[in-house]
């Protein structure tokens, strides 16, 4: 028989034993490998987020089905505008009328509320195309930068450099007929292609700069010389001052296209940048950005 300090030691230790046998057996000791967030569902027809600066994907749903683009057209607008050699942003454009005529007969589309007359900077167009929307600047800047004696020759022309540029970058399943999204049968993209075209337009300092800003204040000149201080034009996309390192892009919306927003965000100094087109709301297609980004920051 085992008596004293030895069998008190053997019967811990058999004790120890079972129940280290009982943890094992349970799994309660097994260390379970870190587990990768699943691939969220989103409400939008479509989606694809990369990293930025390899080009990675991270996200895909139905990324090159091709599909209307809304105002996300804006992005290649700005683009084109801004790829012009020798560009003064300081010059000048005075509004006509024309270009408020548009937005009438468009049903009142989105726009910066440009005062038919008044002399406006490219600059501060392209904040008028990229945070309310503006159509009307969209015309403007198109029929600045197109070529041919006629508005209508001009704006051909510039919708012949969009699509031009779409093909440089490699935009396979990408067309546009108009300048601002309100197609005409022909204006579409994929979120692959619309998210590689916002990745190249981010490389432009000046593009970085207007789709990170919330609100802008523009001071035109009147007809008569004088100074016009216009209402703050809102950047219409959701993310920024909601979404920690948001850094743009930009919105669309349509009957056709139905919610979009093309995206990117900085954290850590890595920027996830995507697309989702077509989902079924504002706050769905904000949440649909949101998912994509938090799974992106995560790959």
Do not use: H
């Not at 139905?62 to 012009?84: E, F, W, Y």
């Not at 850094?247 to 995507?274: D, N």
Request: net charge positive; hydrophobic share 35%; aromatic share 6%.
């Amino acid at each position: 028989m085992i008596t004293g300090i030895q069998g008190t030691r053997l019967r811990r230790a058999a004790a120890v034993a079972v129940t280290t046998g009982a943890m094992l057996a349970t799994g309660a000791l097994t260390v379970a490998p870190a587990q990768a967030a699943s691939a969220p569902s989103i409400a939008a027809k479509g989606g694809y987020a990369m990293n930025n600066a390899t080009g990675k994907s991270l996200y895909t749903k139905a990324a090159d089905t091709r599909r209307s683009t809304g105002s996300t057209t804006k992005i290649m607008t700005a683009l084109v505008v801004l790829k012009q050699s020798n560009l003064n942003m300081n010059s000048k454009v005075t509004i006509q009328k024309a270009y408020s005529d548009y937005i009438v007969d468009n049903n009142y589309a989105s726009n910066a509320k440009l005062i038919v007359g008044d002399k406006v900077t490219v600059r501060q167009l392209l904040y008028g195309l990229m945070l309310p929307s503006g159509c009307d600047a969209a015309y403007a800047l198109a029929d600045k930068f197109g070529s041919g004696s006629t508005r209508a020759a001009r704006v051909k022309s510039f919708i012949g450099k969009m699509n031009t540029t779409a093909k440089s970058l490699g935009l396979k399943n990408t067309n546009f007929d108009s300048f601002d999204g309100i197609g005409k049968g022909k204006n579409y993209s994929t979120p692959r292609d619309l998210t590689k075209l916002a990745s190249a337009a981010m490389k432009n300092s000046t593009f970085r700069t207007v789709v990170k800003t919330k609100k802008y204040t523009a001071k035109t000149t009147t007809k008569t010389g004088g100074t016009r201080t216009m209402a703050p034009w809102q950047n219409t996309n959701p993310l920024l001052g909601s979404y920690s390192g948001a850094i743009g892009v930009k919105t669309g919306s349509g009957p056709e296209a139905k919610y979009c927003l093309v995206f990117a965000a900085t954290r850590s100094g890595k920027t996830v940048i995507g697309t989702v087109l077509a989902s079924t709301g504002l706050s769905a297609r904000k949440s649909d950005a949101t998912k994509l980004l938090n799974y992106g920051f995560t790959r």
